[in-house]
């Protein structure tokens, strides 16, 4: 979807909250692509309960939307919005076998590279991945060599305090067949308090050389403010997590 239409708005993967009643709202009001919340590979694939318990989904949660194709004179197109499952994980087999499983029911996939809660980075997931590319790169070859290379298979980042780190990560994600990138504006380590890193953001899109889409995320409370960060950050598309919360329809 993100290749082929510009401007979408996306609902962030949300811990307890992007379940299916949520996904299902939010797709009333122009939100094109939702996500199901971060779920651990390994127990998704060796558990039917923990599936059973993390993820349900229904045919009528996905909108419908009268969306333009990217590029001088698109088309209007009318099409169905995209489900992502996304996924911790830090074994490549663990991830492929949760994706394998999810692939019928969703439209893309999603390894979580910045969950930035303590639990998650002692135990190698999230934003443990951040300073770890090489392992990223065989998370998403695994996911693309078992799910097919026409399937999407995305990462979510933060930035780094070093944006080299954050360069060789997102130039490592392109080359390993990353469909797309969504990169959040704060380090592990920064507070949702403190102002989104725009220009950060914008550097990490730069990296990718227009080879695949980056969303943009963080700070996304309304209409007007996800404009300013189309702008300041060049991507066309951009992901709320609590402005949804707080408002889903005038925040996008």
């Known amino acids: 979807m993100l290749e082929t239409f510009g401007k979408l708005n996306i609902a962030a993967p949300m811990v307890r909250y992007s379940k299916l009643p949520f996904r299902h709202l939010v797709s009333l009001y122009d939100v094109h692509i939702t996500h199901t919340p971060m779920m651990m590979a390994a127990e998704f694939s060796r558990s039917a309960i923990a599936r059973h318990s993390d993820f349900t989904t229904s045919s009528e949660e996905r909108g419908h939307f009268s969306l333009m194709e990217k590029g001088a004179g698109g088309r209007v197109r009318h099409v169905r919005g995209s489900l992502v499952a996304q996924f911790a994980a830090n074994d490549p087999k663990a991830f492929a076998d949760a994706c394998e499983l999810i692939q019928p029911h969703v439209d893309g996939v999603d390894l979580n590279c910045g ?85 950060a953001i914008s550097f990490a899109r730069e990296c990718v050389k227009g080879s695949l889409p980056v969303v943009a995320n963080g700070d996304a409370w309304s209409t007007a403010e996800n404009e300013t960060i189309r702008r300041e950050t060049g991507c066309e598309s951009v992901m709320s997590a609590r402005g949804l919360l707080a408002n889903p329809v005038e925040s996008l």
Request: overall charge positive.
């Open 115 to 199: 969950c930035p809660q303590p639990w998650a980075y002692s135990e190698h997931v999230g934003s443990w991945l951040l300073r770890q590319p090489d392992r990223v790169r065989d998370l998403v070859r695994a996911a693309k060599d078992r799910l097919g290379w026409g399937f999407s298979v995305s990462i979510k980042v933060r930035v780094d305090s070093d944006l080299k780190r954050t360069q060789q990560l997102v130039e490592t994600a392109v080359h390993a067949g990353a469909s797309y990138i969504t990169v959040h504006g704060r380090t592990r380590q920064q507070a949702s308090t403190l102002p989104v890193n725009l220009p």
